[in-house]
């Protein structure tokens, strides 16, 4: 595995890496004094004259207005819960996940209680997983975030992939781009295990999400690497494989002769 994850980190960009990196692109804007009209230019950016994102993720209260702009393209819409502290309180959780399908939210990006998590409390923490995935049901996809640069342990990051998936997550997602670090290739190879294992156990399909850090084609070309290393070539499909990033957007542009200026939103 140490082989593996040196590899990776030697990948060179290409056009093919740019290509699929941004067909498996959540595009994100997680900002407090995010605006409707912030929230349509990115809407915007998510079509290029090379090809569209795989979603956007941005705040609940905007899920209505990017359904609105996306309707037809084939763009998802996602949103966050139980962000980005990942609090205890399922009941609050829950009724976020509730308003936010209704909304017409297509895939719900939730927090794992990760530190209570950390304490032992897994039950608890995995219960709120759960409680969310019932209200998601078969409406919206449902990723989890294990904020894996504060959980640190590789073994807890196993456990906690293992036990997310079993509560009725379809994706595992490294961070939620709010604390220090973010995505790692050794914590990526874990998880990818993970679902390597899980995935023949399971009625759906599995993926998996590496978030916080992701600047260039070269960053994500690691993460494309291992799972195409781990998985086989050709899992990492946009239904199978995500980046959660938002400047990423304007090195893949580059890296595919269409260069963009606009003004970075951030890194989620």
């Given at each position: 595995?140490?082989?593996?994850i040196a590899g990776a980190g030697h990948v060179p960009a290409d056009r093919d890496y740019a290509r699929r990196t941004l067909a498996s692109m959540d595009l994100t804007s997680l900002g407090e004094n995010d605006t409707d009209e912030m929230i349509i230019d990115l809407c915007r950016r998510a079509i290029t004259p090379v090809g569209r994102v795989a979603a956007v993720c941005l705040y609940g209260r905007f899920v209505p207005l990017a359904r609105r702009r996306l309707a037809g393209t084939g763009v998802k819409v996602?949103?966050?819960?139980?962000?980005?502290?990942?609090?205890?309180?399922?009941?609050?959780?829950?009724?976020?996940?509730?308003?936010?399908?209704?909304?017409?939210?297509?895939?719900?990006?939730?927090?794992?209680?990760?530190?209570?998590?950390?304490?032992?409390?897994?039950?608890?923490?995995?219960?709120?997983?759960?409680?969310?995935?019932?209200?998601?049901?078969?409406?919206?996809?449902?990723?989890?975030?294990?904020?894996?640069?504060?959980?640190?342990?590789?073994?807890?990051?196993?456990?906690?992939?293992?036990?997310?998936?079993?509560?009725?997550?379809?994706?595992?997602?490294?961070?939620?781009?709010?604390?220090?670090?973010?995505?790692?290739?050794?914590?990526?190879?874990?998880?990818?295990?993970?679902?390597?294992?899980?995935?023949?156990?399971?009625?759906?399909?599995?993926?998996?999400?590496?978030?916080?850090?992701?600047?260039?084609?070269?960053?994500?070309?690691?993460?494309?690497?291992?799972?195409?290393?781990?998985?086989?070539?050709?899992?990492?499909?946009?239904?199978?494989?995500?980046?959660?990033?938002?400047?990423?957007?304007?090195?893949?542009?580059?890296?595919?002769?269409?260069?963009?200026?606009?003004?970075?939103?951030?890194?989620?």
């Open positions: 595995m140490k082989n593996l996602a949103t966050v819960c139980n962000f980005p502290h990942g609090g205890g309180d399922a009941r609050k959780a829950v009724s976020e996940a509730k308003a936010q399908v209704a909304g017409g939210a297509e895939e719900v990006d939730v927090v794992l209680p990760y530190k209570r998590y950390m304490a032992g409390d897994t039950d608890r923490a995995v219960s709120l997983i759960e409680q969310v995935r019932s209200v998601c049901g078969e409406t919206a996809r449902l990723k989890v975030i294990l904020e894996t640069s504060q959980i640190r342990s590789l073994r807890m990051i196993e456990a906690a992939s293992r036990d997310v998936i079993l509560a009725g997550a379809d994706f595992i997602k490294t961070s939620t781009g709010k604390v220090p670090g973010g995505a790692q290739l050794d914590v990526a190879a874990v998880m990818l295990s993970v679902i390597a294992e899980m995935q023949p156990k399971m009625n759906r399909p599995l993926g998996f999400k590496p978030s916080g850090g992701l600047k260039t084609v070269a960053d994500a070309a690691g993460y494309l690497y291992l799972a195409d290393q781990i998985m086989g070539r050709g899992w990492a499909t946009p239904e199978t494989f995500r980046f959660g990033a938002s400047s990423l957007l304007d090195d893949v542009l580059r890296e595919l002769g269409e260069a963009e200026t606009d003004t970075e939103l951030g890194d989620y």
